[in-house]
């Protein structure tokens, strides 16, 4: 990776010098996705940090060991990403989300598990965090898992995503105003796993302007993330 020119050097996150973005953005750091780890075992965070670390394109700017610790350095750090550990000592890490989202609300959530069902897959994304990656997984697949949701996307380990959809297809929930034909096309490539980028692709539209269309397509279907989105137009009979 090319040094820092000199003229402008990166302040460490969190310090004065360093540029105050925009209220609730996350933080940049040299185009990189910065990353909150929230974890309680020194070995396997730090096995979790060498591997986030020493892509070019990922960077921890810290590291949390418990849920309060987690919220006052989301508010601090304003990281891009939160990776956070499903058990931790003062609470459950699924139950943390919306408090970690209300600290730093431009991040998106990670969360890491030993052992997962499809029911916890669910709960996950009805507490609006972004994917669910088992620990037996390999590094690789939490890397791109990272670069998914900080993209929008959602990340979930393989025979997890439709057993959530399955579970969520059976919430109440109304939809909201008419899509329009756009925000149906849209809907039509969610449903079929497109993510943002691809969409913009099909659709023939820029990146922010595609992301725009899944915005309204969120917001009209009163979803919190792309996968509950998809549940509940399956469920509304827009997607079969």
Do not use: Y
């Amino acid at each position: 990776m090319p040094p820092t020119p000199q003229s402008a050097p990166q302040a460490a996150p969190g310090t004065a010098a360093e540029p105050a973005p925009p209220r609730g953005a996350p933080r940049a750091t040299g185009g990189r996705i910065t990353i909150l780890l929230v974890e309680d075992h020194d070995m396997v965070a730090e096995a979790i940090r060498l591997a986030l670390d020493r892509t070019e394109d990922l960077r921890v700017v810290g590291r949390s060991l418990s849920v309060a610790e987690a919220l006052a350095e989301a508010a601090r750090l304003r990281p891009a990403v939160v990776v956070l550990d499903r058990r931790l000592p003062d609470g459950d890490g699924i139950a943390a989300i919306a408090p970690l989202r209300a600290a730093a609300p431009g991040a998106r959530i990670l969360v890491l598990t030993g052992e997962a069902t499809p029911a916890v897959a669910a709960r996950v994304a009805e507490a609006g965090g972004s994917g669910l990656i088992l620990k037996a997984g390999n590094l690789t697949e939490l890397q791109d898992g990272v670069r998914l949701v900080a993209a929008g996307e959602v990340a979930f380990s393989k025979g997890l995503l439709g057993g959530a959809l399955d579970r969520l297809t059976g919430r109440t929930a109304g939809l909201g105003a008419t899509l329009t034909p756009r925000e149906r096309e849209t809907l039509g490539l969610l449903g079929d796993g497109l993510g943002t980028a691809e969409i913009s692709r099909r659709l023939g539209v820029a990146l922010n302007t595609a992301r725009n269309h899944v915005q309204r397509v969120l917001e009209k279907l009163g979803a919190r993330s792309q996968l509950e989105a998809v549940a509940v137009a399956r469920r509304e009979g827009l997607l079969r």
